[in-house]
């Protein structure tokens, strides 16, 4: 072989081995990268497993009745969006009056099973005690017996948290047409609505009520009452802080910031639509804070005028299905707030819990 073949050969050993070496690495990287992608989808097949897990544990467990034990423990309650009923008590047939006195079809045992978390209790002093009344329609039901099925439901549930606001109504004219025929002269005259509230949840209190004045993190109040206050601290209990304090016009001493639309009468329909749209629209797209101040969105679906012949069901047949169809086209959660309906659909008590929800995040 002369010198120039032997370099050629030389040359093409050397190619041969470089190809190789090329061939070799090139073996090695499939290689490791398929042990990768191997791996990869060992973590991804466990990921889809535990994913699947919590997702049929879920299903096995979520129930209307324990909706917010999937709810984040360190969760405001104005981070959470929920559902609600106006006038929760006056669900009492009285002949001749229903289409005007009645607001809703269910018991507060019935709500509170349906997911109903935001009960709204109209009350008056009758006989040293409280009694749930609308208007001049006595509801023929006790504050006591509103409690009792409220301690019994937590006491079932105790992950979840009711938020109950109270409404003095003794000095409501038609309530106190009612009054007068139950007898309140056995009231004592220096018996005010807060003196039978304060001894209406003394059996209940502290075990099952909130009634501190800042907006709690869901993880403090599970198993609790939260009070909602609708009535003056008057007399002796003047200026003194209790509840979350939900009185118009605002007093300016609040820790929080109060959006609220119950435009319940003087308009139409369509009109009653826009402002509640209008306000369910704010919640969804403004942050939770003014300043430092947390926002609470609350929000009611009900209405009634009877001079536009508009009456609790009605305004619900109008207001409810509008509210649901929104609920369902969202194709990710928003906030919503706190909304309160008349004669509500548990559909929609579904999809404003559910909305809180984020499965094993």
Request: hydrophobic share 40%.
């Amino acid at each position: 072989m002369n010198e120039r073949e032997k370099t050629i050969a030389d040359a093409a050993k050397r190619i041969e081995e470089e190809l190789k070496a090329k061939k070799e690495n090139l073996n090695r990287a499939i290689e490791e990268k398929w042990d990768t992608y191997k791996e990869d989808r060992k973590r991804a097949e466990k990921a889809i497993a535990a994913m699947n897990k919590d997702i049929k544990a879920f299903k096995q467990r979520f129930s209307l009745s324990n909706w917010m034990e999937f709810v984040d423990d360190e969760k405001f309650l104005s981070e959470i969006n929920l559902p609600g009923t106006h006038d929760s008590g006056a669900y009492f047939s009285v002949p001749l009056a229903d289409k005007l006195w009645k607001d809703q079809d269910r018991t507060i045992a019935e709500q509170l099973k349906d997911g109903i978390r935001y009960l709204d209790v109209r009350c008056t002093v009758t006989d040293n005690s409280l009694d749930i009344y609308h208007g001049v329609i006595d509801q023929m039901l006790s504050f006591f017996s509103v409690c009792a099925d409220c301690y019994n439901f937590l006491t079932a549930n105790p992950t979840e948290t009711i938020l109950m606001s109270i409404k003095d109504e003794s000095n409501d004219a038609l309530a106190t047409v009612s009054k007068v025929v139950k007898n309140i002269a056995n009231t004592p005259a220096d018996w005010t609505f807060i003196d039978a509230f304060l001894r209406e949840i003394s059996g209940g209190e502290p075990i099952f009520w909130y009634t501190r004045p800042e907006v709690p993190r869901l993880k403090d109040v599970r198993g609790k009452i939260v009070l909602v206050r609708n009535f003056e601290m008057t007399g002796k209990y003047a200026n003194q802080p209790l509840g979350l304090d939900f009185r118009h016009p605002d007093t300016g001493l609040r820790p929080f910031v109060l959006k609220d639309q119950d435009q319940y009468e003087k308009v139409s329909l369509e009109e009653k639509w826009d402002c509640f749209y209008q306000l369910l629209k704010d919640a969804m797209y403004t942050g939770s804070f003014v300043g430092s101040e947390r926002i609470i969105w609350r929000n009611y679906a009900s209405m009634y005028d009877l001079s536009k012949g508009i009456l609790p069901q009605r305004a619900a047949n109008y207001m409810n299905p509008r509210l649901k169809t929104i609920l369902k086209a969202e194709k990710a959660p928003r906030r919503y707030g706190w909304i309160l309906m008349d004669f509500y659909d548990p559909e929609i008590a579904l999809l404003l819990a559910r909305s809180n929800i984020r499965i094993n995040n």
